[in-house]
Structures are given as C-alpha cells and as structure tokens.
C-alpha cells in the first residue's frame, strides 16, 4: 500500500462518485470532476452530481466523529447528495411520506419491478437497521455490509438518492467497524460494470430470498475492488516515487509539495496550490512550471478567461484506466 494513503483517498472516493452515479444514468467522467474542483469552469449537471456525492461523503466521514452512524447521520447525507441538483425537488433529507417503487420509466406502482414497504413503516425499519449495524460482533463484517446494502436498498426510505447513498453506507459501515483504517475500497465500479447482475441479485433476495447468490456477488466485488484499490496504489507510489526523485536532483522550492498535491488533485491551479500549500503566487507557478519543465505536469490553457491549468496526465491515466 502507498506510505502516505492519505493522498490516495480524494481520488479513490472521486473514482466512486463518478461510478456510484452513473449506475444512476449521469455521464460525467473523472477527468471532467477534477477538471470542475480546479475551479473557473462552469459546472454541468452530471458533474455536480458527483461533486455532491463527493461532499456527502466528506461531511459523513467527518460527522462520525461526532454521530454514530444513524438515522440522523444518513439523513444529512442525503440532503447534501440532492442539493440543488437533479432530485432537489424530491425532500432531500426527508424520509419520504408517500409511497414509492422502483422500475423501468414510466412504470406504474401496479407494473414496477419492486413496491418498497409503506411510508408509515419506513421509520421503524430504519430504527431495526440502526441496532443491526451496531449489534455486538458477530456475523462476519462484509456479509453484515452486505445486508446492511440490501436492506437499506429495499426499505428505499427516500425519494430519490437511496442507491447512492446505499453504496456510501458501506464505506461507513467498514469504517465503524474499524475494517477500513482509510476509505480506500469502493465498489461502485464493479456494480456499474455489472449493473444488470448487481441489480437482479438485490431483486432475487427480495424475490425468493436468494442471499447466495447477493453475497457472493458483493462478496467477489470486495475481492476485485481490494485487488483493484492495491494495484492503482501500487502504480501511483511508483510514480511518485519517480517523480520526487527528479524533483530532488533539481532541488526546486516547494516543487516536492506540489507533486503531493498532483496526487490529491491531478489538475491544479497557481491559486489551489497557493491556497493549500499557504505559499506566495509567485512561488506557487514557479512550482508549477517547473514539474512542467520536468514533464510531470502538462500546461493546459482552459477555463473562461485562459486561465492556465496544469495537469497529471500519467496521474490521471492511473486513476480512469479501466478495471
């Protein structure tokens, strides 16, 4: 694993934002995310999507702190996940009091693939699901997640958001359970390239009360994401490696940050740098130019008034190679 997984978690938990919601039918690529949190680009609809998964995310991790993981904590997550997007409309952070199902467009409740439980019931459930995830030990942690998903998909208690947020619960629950010391295993990958099984091994359970066949999907999803996760952050360590070494030989300034900072945020700005490294303008596109010079970073004029970017290329490629 890399000696500073910290760097790897941003790009990691933006590789799921983009997957997680494009199971729900955006388009937004992980290049165009990174390219949007630089800054000076207007955002498009699919893209503030994820940028909302995103915070959710970092507001959730941030919250357990604090909150355990609940009712309470799954709400604010899901208001932050809807926030002036797609769905802003559908009570964001409410429990939902009207009945709901979940099919093919146009489908009614008569016709759908699935009627989750009444409005009425959807308090107590999650009441029942809160005490599962925070029963004493015993089911083995990945199957308790994957109950936990299952659950959470087929109770449905929102409007819309339930499969995002659903496939963030298990970070969290990992997390809880002292699984994950970082946020570093997503499986939103793995479901979108597999959308079809993902969602008839959920219908099958419901169906004719097929766990089998659920848990060893999400089971073989831990297996190829873990397996995933470990080589991304192979390659990236060794790029870093790389890269800190020709920086070191030509002992530039706060270049070494920079290449840092490349890691967490593959396009960069001399404003982002000079705001997260605490740095003068100056120092910061000095820094900047240099990896430039040095072929770790690609100057890319963009954004409305030709303000220059700087982009990872090779970090980048890691990152979106296919599975």
Request: with cysteine; net charge neutral; proline share 8%.
């Amino acid at each position: 694993m890399a000696p500073r997984p910290q760097l790897l978690v941003g790009p990691y938990l933006r590789r799921e934002a983009v997957s997680s919601t494009r199971i729900e039918g955006t388009q937004a690529s992980l290049a165009e995310v990174f390219d949007a949190e630089a800054g000076d680009l207007p955002l498009g609809p699919d893209v503030e999507e994820v940028i909302n998964y995103v915070r959710a995310m970092e507001t959730g991790l941030h919250r357990l702190s604090t909150l355990p993981l609940s009712t309470r904590l799954i709400r604010e997550m899901h208001a932050v996940i809807l926030a002036g997007v797609r769905g802003r409309e559908r009570q964001p952070g409410e429990l939902r009091t009207t009945q709901n199902s979940i099919g093919p467009p146009g489908a009614s409740i008569a016709t759908a693939t699935f009627v989750p439980p009444p409005p009425d019931e959807v308090g107590a459930l999650l009441d029942d699901l809160e005490r599962f995830v925070h029963e004493p030990p015993g089911t083995p942690p990945l199957v308790q997640a994957a109950l936990l998903h299952y659950q959470f998909e087929t109770i449905h208690p929102f409007l819309d958001g339930n499969g995002r947020l659903g496939r963030l619960l298990v970070v969290f629950f990992l997390v809880v359970r002292g699984r994950l010391p970082e946020p570093l295993l997503y499986l939103s990958p793995y479901f979108e390239a597999r959308r079809a099984q993902y969602y008839d091994a959920l219908q099958g359970v419901r169906e004719r009360g097929d766990f089998d066949r659920w848990l060893a999907i999400f089971l073989d999803a831990v297996c190829a994401q873990a397996a995933d996760a470990v080589t991304r952050a192979e390659r990236l360590t060794d790029l870093r490696e790389r890269y800190r070494a020709g920086v070191q030989a030509s002992t530039r300034g706060a270049a070494n940050q920079v290449v840092d900072l490349a890691f967490e945020q593959p396009v960069l700005t001399a404003r982002a740098v000079e705001r997260r490294l605490t740095i003068t303008r100056p120092a910061a596109l000095k820094a900047l130019r240099h990896l430039a010079e040095l072929g770790i970073l690609v100057e890319v004029p963009t954004g409305p008034r030709g303000q220059l970017r700087w982009r990872a290329e090779s970090v980048l490629a890691v990152l979106t190679a296919e599975d």
